[in-house]
């Protein structure tokens, strides 16, 4: 079967899932997926509908044998995310259906992407300081090419991942004034 593979990045899973649940209706089911990274195949348009989210740290695998027993099939994990789908029927698909479960899915993005944006920017700090304290002498241009380097691909990293992070900071408040909203 001929696959498609289309490259393109979200730092909004609700849009990537927007994306995959048109791409299906269009016909195109996603089948394979690593960051950046979609295969898909002809389908029946809007056979599937996906749902992608942060896998619980302590039970991930439990959480996954659970969705299959639900008869929700996993397309992809990686690295402690993961793309789900379902055939499309009558009843709606969500994997956080209620305002408790969004919020604390939210906490582990936001967690787990201000970790990541806090090892990104002492990384790239310690490798610049490092970098400084030998090269302090004689630097030379192939090391000034790689701390350019090093920077040009870090310092783009480290904004996304903050993006994440305020963008998710953003939903658990909206989510918060709805919950005290509705008690």
């Known amino acids: 079967m001929k696959h498609n593979v289309v490259f393109k990045n979200f730092l909004d899973f609700e849009k990537e899932d927007l994306w995959l649940n048109g791409m299906a209706a269009k016909g195109l089911a996603m089948v394979r997926w690593f960051p950046y990274i979609y295969i898909f195949e002809r389908s029946e348009p809007g056979a599937w509908t996906y749902r992608s989210g942060m896998l619980p740290q302590a039970s991930g695998k439990q959480y996954l044998a659970f969705m299959a027993d639900a008869g929700i099939e996993t397309v992809a994990a990686f690295s402690g995310w993961a793309i789900f789908r379902k055939a499309t029927t009558e009843e709606p698909f969500e994997l956080f ?17 201000a970790f990541a944006s806090y090892g990104l920017v002492l990384g790239t700090a310690a490798y610049g300081l490092f970098w400084f304290m030998v090269n302090s002498v004689e630097p030379d241009s192939t090391n000034i090419l790689f701390l350019a380097f090093v920077l040009f691909l870090g310092l783009p990293i480290i904004g996304m991942t903050m993006a994440v992070t305020v963008r998710v900071t953003k939903a658990i408040r909206v989510l918060e004034a709805q919950r005290r909203l509705a008690e």
């Open 97 to 113: 259906s209620d305002i408790e479960s969004r919020i604390a899915h939210y906490q582990s993005v936001r967690k787990r992407s």
